[in-house]
């Protein structure tokens, strides 16, 4: 029998190399916990249960796959089936990684909860009543579930650093550059990476492996400085950990995180890290109406695609302009058009350099401070989410509550840098994350330090319910 909820990737990697299950067996066995559970999970919106000879693979269906309906989560693309494969599911499926189905995720990956969904939310395996974060959630929903030994999701400003520490799982959120997306349906280009998410550090940084690297079909991509390498260290001795100092002063962080976060610091001193301070008094009070600026403005120019001829459904007009305007008015929920309008007045004559380029230059000030925070430091460290997974609805009708969801992971993302959110402990019988920040092109540092203490705090993936 495999558990599918305790197998980890590289533990299931195991048992192909030695026989013990064939990949038809392990992909069945995934297949059929999805057949158990993501009725109640809805953390697939597509099951493909695709071949190959290694271990299977979940992908958010911003991931484009070649002959298979992808969809971003939009009804605007429904029944789209691209004729092209996005780099990272051909490299997956080079690798030899079976496609167990396509994740839900929040519309053009704009939320942090799922709930923006065009096809009902998923909900968190720890309890079902609740979100599993956004966007990725369905990602992480498969992964927590035991419905995937490992994923990919897509991280604009922190859609797989929060679903991983809501879902109490793994996930990075590399540098930018250094994951291809051609082939991912855009959000913010400036900001869109792909990453892994999985039950361990070694899991996340396996795959990583397989999808990380130059790519010639994205100009954006640049080669990594050196190959990825599997964590081994249990200790942290010569580490250097930062908090930002402006940590204790935020409201929004809820006590039981905050416990939980002082607690894994604790773990890290005791395995020999140093934890000094850092400072980054912009970046929390600027990064979300930076974000909330450059993400929306760049949404805007890359929805403008959507209109009824080249993708999906097409609701017919009396002329060109009206079929457009019927087709988008129809095809996208509440939270794209919240965006497109913002994007749109942002980058309007007059306002550009008010808006838009002011954001900017903001975005400029936060990349030199988070350098400047990370001189002598190894890793900034600060809870992933503000807040345990909350319930279902709780955020719905306010957006601004839901924005500030993503205050802390937001400003490493405006500074294009790596981010890994490791769990970190239990607040009212749910996970809360720790995020790991790191330098440019630092994803090894990050997995060597996530590693060792993924060692020291002992955190059971396995939601508790499901035990
Ligand atoms: N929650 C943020 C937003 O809504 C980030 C989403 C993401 O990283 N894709 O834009």
């Known amino acids: 029998m495999i558990d599918t909820l305790r197998l980890t990737a590289e533990q299931a990697i195991g048992l192909l190399e030695r026989r013990e299950v064939s990949a038809e067996e392990l992909s069945e066995a995934y297949l059929a916990a999805i057949d158990e559970r993501d009725a109640e999970l809805h953390a697939y919106l597509r099951v493909v249960g695709g071949t190959g000879d290694g271990v299977p693979v979940a992908l958010k269906d911003c991931i484009t796959t070649r002959g298979i309906e992808t969809t971003a989560g939009s009804k605007i693309l429904q029944g789209y089936v691209p004729v092209y494969d996005s780099t990272v599911a051909a490299r997956c499926g080079a690798a030899g990684l079976p496609l167990l189905g396509k994740t839900n995720m929040d519309e053009f990956a704009m939320g942090s909860s799922t709930e923006n969904s065009a096809f009902g939310p998923s909900r968190n395996p720890w309890d079902p009543s609740r979100v599993p974060g956004g966007s990725s959630g369905g990602s992480a929903a498969a992964v927590a579930g035991g419905l995937a030994p490992w994923a990919l999701g897509s991280d604009t400003g922190g859609s797989i650093k929060q679903p991983a520490a809501l879902c109490g799982i793994v996930g990075l959120r590399p540098t930018y550059g250094t994951v291809s997306r051609y082939g991912i349906v855009a959000f913010a280009s400036s900001l869109d990476q792909i990453g892994p998410v999985a039950k361990t550090v070694r899991d996340v940084a396996l795959l990583y492996s397989i999808i990380a690297g130059r ?174 997974a909350f319930p279902i609805g709780d955020k719905a009708a306010d957006p601004l509550a839901m924005y500030a969801c993503d205050l802390l992971t937001i400003p490493s993302c405006l500074a294009g840098l790596p981010g890994l959110s490791i769990p970190c402990g239990l607040s009212e019988g749910l996970p809360v994350g720790l995020q790991l920040i790191g330098r440019q092109f630092g994803e090894n540092g990050l997995f060597r330090i996530g590693h060792a203490l993924e060692g020291g705090i002992g955190f059971d993936t396995v939601p508790e319910r499901l035990r």
């Open 215 to 388: 790519d010639p079909l994205d100009s954006t991509t640049a080669e990594l400085p050196e190959p990825v390498a599997l964590p081994e260290d249990e200790s942290l001795a010569g580490v250097r950990l930062a908090v930002p100092r402006q940590v204790a002063g935020l409201d929004a962080i809820e006590p039981g995180v905050r416990a939980a976060f002082e607690k894994t610091l604790e773990t890290a001193r005791e395995l020999g890290a140093e934890v000094g301070e850092c400072d980054l008094p912009l970046s929390y009070r600027y990064g979300m109406p930076c974000y909330y600026l450059v993400a929306p403005a760049e949404a805007s120019s890359n929805l403008a695609r959507y209109d009824g001829v080249r993708y999906g459904p097409r609701v017919v007009g009396a002329t060109y302009g009206e079929m457009v305007d019927r087709t988008r008015d129809a095809g996208f929920g509440p939270e794209p058009k919240r965006r497109i309008m913002l994007g749109t007045y942002a980058l309007s004559a007059g306002y550009y350099d008010a808006f838009y380029g002011q954001a900017q230059r903001v975005r400029t000030l936060l990349i030199r401070e988070h350098r400047e925070a990370l001189e002598g430091f190894d890793a900034i460290v600060t809870p992933t989410s503000p807040t345990v």
